[in-house]
């Protein structure tokens, strides 16, 4: 399965991006799909999941400013980010996932850089 992360750039701080991903194959095991990120030296963190109900959760450090969207039975999902903030740098990438776990090897994320 290959999971494809677009959509990462330049911003200024207060700025926004919109995020795509689409898996080549949805696996049995999940029940939704999530983004995920990483800055240099950190563990990969959770920023957002749908679940294939709809249900949605989001870390505490995205809340009131990311939102995630999409068809995960289509493999597809989004993520609309604003009030961009410099901590905000990283690595974004997507994965099919099961409750906030994600299941596959990871695929190239997108990188999001924000200015001060």
């Known amino acids: 399965v290959q999971l494809q992360a677009s959509g990462g750039g330049l911003v200024q701080a207060g700025g926004s991006l919109r995020l795509s991903c689409t898996a080549s194959k949805r696996i049995n095991r999940a029940n939704g799909m999530g983004w995920y990120r990483q800055t240099p030296g950190k563990q990969r963190e959770l920023v957002a999941v749908?679940?294939?109900?709809?249900?949605?959760n989001y870390a505490d450090f995205v809340k009131g400013r990311f939102t995630i969207s999409g068809d995960t039975f289509k493999r597809t999902v989004y993520l609309q980010m604003n009030s961009l903030k410099p901590e905000d740098t990283a690595v974004y990438y997507c994965?099919?996932?099961?409750?906030?776990?994600?299941?596959?090897?990871w695929g190239r994320g997108t990188l999001v850089t924000v200015s001060s």
């Open positions: 994965n099919e996932a099961y409750g906030l776990s994600p299941l596959l090897a």
């Open positions: 749908m679940s294939d109900s709809g249900d949605v």
